[in-house]
């Protein structure tokens, strides 16, 4: 802020007789005569007409004062504002010395907690109440500058007769709100005040200089108690991941570790500052790959590594670089206990009531899988790819008296064919070369108690298909390279987008594995065949949009190969790419757009989807204008323009337009 004596060199006296004259006329002819004069602001008169709603008294003497107890209460509750506010005060106050001037700080509800300033105005300032407690809100004195502030949200001044109350004609005063940085909200009101007679050009900006000043010091302080909250949370969220968290300088140098990876890496909490983790002797045989973690972003990686003699680790490791600005700061290491579940699922988490669908095909099979879950039967699920098998599979589980076992997922013809045998049925201590020291359980002994499901069961290898039977009729398993069976207890719920019986007739799928997994058989419709059931996964999958008559006609005519999961990836990219209420055809991929041809008039689909698309556009528009300029603006075209289009589709612009 500026010191006194440049302020004071600046301050010029007005010839305020005039101005005052005109002022005083405008009030009178108000409040006399009912009539605003052009000289008085809008701003001013449109407050005055606030006041007299409020039933002020325009002859008020002297402003109302809370008592003590709600004032000691207010300034308990601004205790902190108060204390950071004061300073600044005193600095404005520096300035306007000797200038016959009153500095005040005013709370969101117009009360003035705190007030400094020169000693003659003061003392007259007090024959009207305006001293610390005052309440100068404009429902309680009318149009005054603090009320004002308060209601416009900025900074104001309000001179002489443009006070609601007479007993403020000879004041100045200019005010500047003081707002919550981070939520917008008010917390208060700084005020210069004076007298007519000295009024001066810079009250204003001094006022909302030192207000601004004060906004930026709250958010500074904010901030501060953010970041040790979030450091305070930060802390406590690392330190409930199950994963090891590493955080690295660019050096490589730890920062910050969690108690997980302390634990993992043998390194102490409290020594670990400024370590680089290369440099630690016994995590020798992790340091090349943290090295590469540190030098590259989102590396993945995993191998076996010792530590102390001790327990052998699988670990998978996976880094992340933090960037600012396109500056390198570190890197986020996080180390992961492998527990080799590739392909598996330890448990189901959906249930009959996630499966969606009207369709009278669809409803069958979920009543056919309701009843399959109260027995422990096997099933076979058989539907197109995508339909939602393992859905099927999840719920059937869930309703079971298994639900509270595991639930193991394997895709048949994802594990490779010399590894599928050991990875169902386990192995034991050096069975092959490369196996596991103490070997492995294989997914049916995990799986004990619960329920395995068999994806994609038609292109597992026949070889294996009687070992499959085998435990199915004996409920025991041996492992691979031993000479002893281990017994299970499972239910088995296979799945198949193929025809086995005709793979049974190709001799490449055993008959009798095929009567035994087919004692329940379940089957799924696919979406072509559900479109009554398309505009309701519209609104499952995409709930906030709604398609426009083109874009379902597509959907419609589509045939789906990929299914709901087909559809379910098409909804994801429309959510991401549109931003508009209103979902048209220009957001569908090109190959659901470009795919269909009217043969009978030559219109192409997409340009049936477009007239759609540009009819149903217009009506939105024309329902949310208030005339026909206004929604052909909005369009971008003529009136003219727009009264053709309405006739080409038979649209009442009058009816639509209310």
Same mark, same amino acid.
């Given at each position: 802020m500026e010191n006194i004596y440049a302020y004071k060199a600046r301050v010029r006296s007005f010839e305020m007789s005039d101005r005052e004259k005109i002022l005083k006329k405008a009030w009178t002819n108000y409040f006399k005569l009912g009539v605003v004069s052009d000289d008085t602001r809008p701003v001013i008169s449109t407050s005055w007409r606030r006041s007299q709603k409020y039933g002020i008294n325009p002859n008020l003497v002297q402003a109302p004062i809370c008592s003590p107890k709600v004032l000691r209460k207010k300034q308990e509750e601004n205790k902190e504002i108060l204390a950071l506010i004061r300073p600044f005060m005193d600095d404005l106050f520096d300035i306007?010395?000797?200038?016959?001037?009153?500095?005040?700080?005013?709370?969101?509800?117009?009360?003035?907690?705190?007030?400094?300033?020169?000693?003659?105005?003061?003392?007259?300032?007090?024959?009207?109440?305006?001293?610390?407690?005052?309440?100068?809100?404009?429902?309680?004195?009318?149009?005054?500058?603090?009320?004002?502030?308060?209601?416009?949200?900025?900074?104001?001044?309000?001179?002489?007769?443009?006070?609601?109350?007479?007993?403020?004609?000879?004041?100045?005063?200019?005010?500047?709100?003081?707002? +919550?940085?981070?939520?917008?909200?008010? @917390?208060? &009101?700084?005020? #210069?005040?004076?007298?007519? =007679?000295?009024?001066?050009?810079? %009250?204003?900006?001094?006022?909302?200089?030192?207000?601004?000043?004060?906004?930026?010091?709250?958010?500074?302080?904010?901030?501060?108690?953010?970041?040790?909250?979030?450091?305070?949370?930060?802390?406590?969220?690392? +330190?409930?991941?199950?994963?090891?968290? @590493?955080? &690295?300088?660019? #050096?490589?140098?730890?920062? =910050?570790?969690?108690?997980?990876? %302390?634990?993992?890496?043998?390194?102490?909490?409290?020594?670990?500052?400024?370590?680089?983790?290369?440099?630690?002797?016994?995590?020798?045989?992790?340091?090349?790959?943290?090295e590469k973690a540190i030098t590259r972003n989102e590396v993945i990686l995993q191998d076996e590594f010792q530590l102390h003699n001790e327990e052998m680790y699988k670990i998978l490791l996976t880094s992340r670089r933090i960037m600012v600005e396109g500056e390198h700061l570190g890197n986020i290491i996080i180390l992961k206990k492998k527990k080799n579940k590739e392909m598996i699922k330890l448990s189901a988490k959906y249930t009959f009531s996630s499966l969606v669908g009207d369709d009278p095909g669809f409803k069958r099979a979920i009543k056919l899988a309701s009843r399959a879950a109260s027995t422990d039967k096997s099933v076979l699920i058989i539907g197109e790819s995508g339909t939602g098998k393992e859905l099927f599979a999840q719920a059937i589980h869930n309703e079971s008296t298994r639900q509270t076992k595991p639930f193991i997922a394997i895709n048949s013809a994802a594990i490779p064919k010399d590894l599928i045998a050991s990875e169902l049925f386990g192995y034991v201590d050096g069975a092959f070369t490369n196996a596991v020291k103490g070997g492995k359980k294989g997914k049916f002994e995990v799986a004990n108690g619960g329920t395995i499901f068999l994806d994609e069961i038609g292109d597992m290898p026949l070889e294996l298909q009687a070992h499959l039977l085998r435990v199915l009729e004996e409920k025991e398993v041996t492992p691979v390279g031993s000479n002893f069976t281990k017994p299970i207890d499972i239910r088995i719920i296979a799945a198949t987008n193929k025809d086995l019986f005709s793979l049974v007739k190709e001799n490449k799928f055993r008959l009798d594995l095929y009567y035994r997994l087919n004692v329940i058989s379940i089957n799924i419709p696919p979406l072509h065949k559900r479109k009554q059931d398309i505009e309701l996964?519209?609104?499952?999958?995409?709930?906030?949009?709604?398609?426009?008559?083109?874009?379902?006609?597509?959907?419609?005519?589509?045939?789906?190969?990929?299914?709901?999961?087909?559809?379910?990836?098409?909804?994801?990219?429309?959510?991401?790419?549109?931003?508009?209420?209103?979902?048209?055809?220009?957001?569908?991929?090109?190959y659901i757009k470009l795919q269909f041809e009217d043969k009978t008039n030559g219109e192409s689909l997409y340009q049936s989807v477009a007239n759609d698309t540009k009819k149903d556009t217009m009506i939105i528009t024309l329902k949310n204008s208030k005339s026909v300029s206004e929604a052909a603006n909005k369009l971008g075209v003529s009136s003219s323009t727009l009264y053709r289009w309405a006739s080409e589709y038979q649209l009442n612009i009058k009816e639509l337009i209310k």
């Open positions: 306007v010395k000797g200038t016959d001037s009153l500095i005040a700080f005013s709370d969101k509800d117009g009360v003035v907690l705190d007030l400094c300033g020169d000693s003659e105005i003061a003392i007259n300032a007090a024959h009207v109440n305006f001293t610390v407690g005052v309440n100068m809100s404009e429902a309680w004195i009318g149009t005054n500058s603090i009320g004002l502030a308060m209601a416009q949200g900025k900074a104001v001044h309000v001179v002489g007769a443009e006070h609601y109350s007479i007993t403020w004609h000879t004041s100045h005063c200019s005010s500047a709100p003081i707002k +919550d940085p981070f939520t917008n909200e008010m @917390i208060g &009101v700084i005020t #210069l005040i004076g007298y007519v =007679r000295s009024a001066h050009s810079h %009250s204003l900006g001094l006022v909302k200089t030192a207000a601004d000043t004060i906004v930026k010091l709250i958010e500074q302080k904010g901030i501060k108690k953010e970041t040790y909250l979030l450091n305070n949370y930060f802390s406590a969220a690392i +330190d409930s991941i199950s994963d090891g968290i @590493i955080i &690295v300088n660019r #050096l490589g140098e730890m920062i =910050r570790i969690n108690k997980i990876a %302390s634990h993992m890496l043998k390194i102490p909490l409290m020594d670990h500052v400024k370590w680089k983790l290369t440099d630690i002797e016994h995590l020798q045989p992790l340091s090349k790959y943290l996964f519209v609104k499952h999958f995409l709930p906030t949009k709604t398609l426009s008559t083109g874009v379902l006609k597509c959907f419609y005519e589509y045939d789906w190969p990929g299914n709901l999961r087909e559809m379910k990836n098409v909804m994801e990219q429309i959510e991401i790419f549109c931003d508009d209420p209103i979902v048209t055809e220009e957001y569908l991929p090109d």
